[in-house]
């Protein structure tokens, strides 16, 4: 059960440590994956003492209420090494460390290298790492790193270029933290597990699939970074691609790291690739204005800190994916996702066609449409899938409604099941690649994404155009209706309705 490693973090003073590194470490370390053979060095400029640092990683642990001593025995593991990554000096010091906690800890040379920085840092770390002999043969080397992976194509596989001078593809675990959900974890059994869907899931049967990933918060203090992504690379580049892949790829032959990359390659593949013509006719961006919503009143994106006061960043996508082989020709994927939007919530709605003909009659004259069948798979908040289906009314006649069946996780369930970064950690070291992004997915997605990004970069966009708390501009409405489709989802009905949301 127990895993011998040294963790070296990158960045281990940053906000991503302290807010999901170190509670993953120690909910591992309290489930015995990590035991008494392991180690933590933690870097970064500033010139911390082993001593502030330990207190600092032991409150993060705060949520997870241990005990002193737990608190006290992990949070020994811990130790700091103020680093400066352009100064090879700096790797000498820490492969002394290295080498000194391998014997103290009898770790075997199995040691996970973690990037918490930015980018453009990585090719130098790497490339220290292996010129001063930090990277050896002994154990396994593992290279963890985080998103952006590059701005652009271009940049993406210079960068991988370099790291893949000293790692192997099997030993770099690109983090995609949606990867890491539960339910994103789902997708893959409700589909392979379950003969009523996968029989189904072709466009004999399947009318469309939409992906909504909304977030009501608006862009923090993260203005610097957010103005130089904008949502399409911030979201849609990994997160929502990953999705569609995992949607749309053919079944695999086992469910192994390598059968599923192979699939979900070859569904991004198959992704159109738009002409600047179609970029336009089946992309829109947003931006949001201010807004108020349930008596709560936001500034619009332009006023937010460290944000141009002019900006052009989009804060909101919505598309249309169209994916060309048998299994989907025709079969639109609509993704839409955005910043201060009515709520927060990740979920797929699989919508599916008609019965051929309704021989049902409506005592309603206003209501002859039978209702589609709906899948949905909720990712968060709430956990679980419902489908939609339709009924006969009770009483006289045979007035078909829908009905829709319902399962959702319990509260206790989703708190107390692993946080996506505990479930990657444990995968890194397990050296179990299937939850993270392979180098031809992350290209796919690129030369997906670079088409529609060179398409509005001719233009400047009429922003703000979406008022806060709604969920987006009107023409990522039109983007359907042009389609006869309509959104599934629509939670700003709710808040209009009773008056909440104008
Ligand atoms: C990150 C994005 O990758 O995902 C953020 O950079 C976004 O902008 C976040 O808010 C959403 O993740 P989650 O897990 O909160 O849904």
Redesign the pocket.
């Known amino acids: 059960m127990e895993q011998a490693a040294l963790f070296t973090i990158f960045g281990g003073t940053g906000d991503l440590a302290k807010r999901k590194l170190y509670p993953s470490l120690f909910r591992l370390y309290k489930k015995g994956n990590l035991k008494d053979h392991f180690a933590v060095i933690g870097t970064a400029r500033r010139p911390w003492s082993d001593e502030h640092y330990r207190e600092v990683v032991k409150e993060t642990l705060q949520e997870l209420n241990p005990t002193t001593e737990e608190a006290e025995e992990f949070s020994s593991h811990f130790y700091y090494l103020s680093h400066n990554v352009n100064d090879t000096k700096h790797y000498d010091e820490l492969r002394v460390l290295t080498e000194k906690l391998d014997e103290q800890y009898d770790l075997s040379s199995n040691r996970i290298y973690y990037l918490a920085m930015a980018p453009q840092f990585f090719g130098t770390i790497v490339q220290h790492l292996q010129s001063q002999r930090i990277v050896t043969k002994d154990g396994f080397n593992r290279l963890v790193i985080e ?1 952006p992976f590059g701005f652009d194509y271009e940049s993406a596989n210079e960068l991988n270029q370099q790291i893949r001078a000293v790692f192997p593809e099997k030993d770099i675990f690109r983090i995609d ?2 990867l890491g ?1 539960e339910m994103i974890q789902n997708i893959a059994v409700v589909r392979f597990a379950n003969n009523i869907f996968e029989s189904m899931w072709n466009n004999r049967y399947i009318d469309n699939i939409q992906i909504t ?1 909304s ?1 009501s ?1 608006g862009v923090e203090d ?1 203005g610097g970074y ?1 103005e130089n992504s904008g949502a399409l690379k ?2 849609v580049q ?2 929502i691609l990953q999705v569609v892949s995992l949607l749309a790829m053919e079944v695999p032959v086992s469910f192994s790291d390598e059968s599923l990359r192979l699939e979900k390659v070859k569904a991004l593949e198959a992704i159109r690739r738009y002409t600047p013509e179609e970029v336009e006719e089946n992309f829109v961006r947003g931006q949001y204005d201010a807004g108020e919503l349930d008596n709560t009143k936001f500034v619009s994106y332009r006023k937010e800190p460290n944000v141009a006061e002019d900006s052009s960043t989009e804060t909101f996508v919505a598309g249309k994916f169209l994916i060309d082989n048998f299994r989907w020709s025709g079969v639109p994927f609509y993704i839409r996702t955005g ?1 201060r939007m009515t709520e ?1 919530g ?1 979920r797929i709605n699989v919508i599916f066609k008609q019965v051929p003909v309704n021989v049902f009659h409506f005592d309603n004259e206003d209501k002859q449409e039978l209702a589609q069948n709906v899948l949905t798979i909720y990712i ?1 908040p709430t956990e679980g899938f419902s489908l939609t289906l339709n009924g006969k009314q009770i009483g006289q006649g045979f007035n078909p409604e829908p009905v829709k069946m319902d399962f959702r996780q319990s509260a206790e369930v989703t708190e107390n099941s692993p946080e ?1 970064y505990e479930k990657l950690l444990l995968d890194a070291l397990r050296g179990d690649g299937t939850n993270f992004s392979h180098w031809d997915e992350v290209a796919n997605s690129w030369e997906i994404v670079d088409r529609i990004r060179q398409t509005w970069d001719q233009s400047t966009p009429e922003f703000p155009n979406y008022a806060a708390g709604t969920m987006g501009p009107k023409a990522a409405f039109e983007l359907l209706e042009k389609n006869g489709h309509e959104w599934n989802w629509h939670p700003d009905n709710w808040y209009r309705e009773r008056g909440k949301l104008n």
Request: overall charge positive.
């Open positions: 998103k933290h949606y959900k990933f977030e918060l993260r957010y911030d979201m990994n997160h910043k927060k990740t968060q996506a």
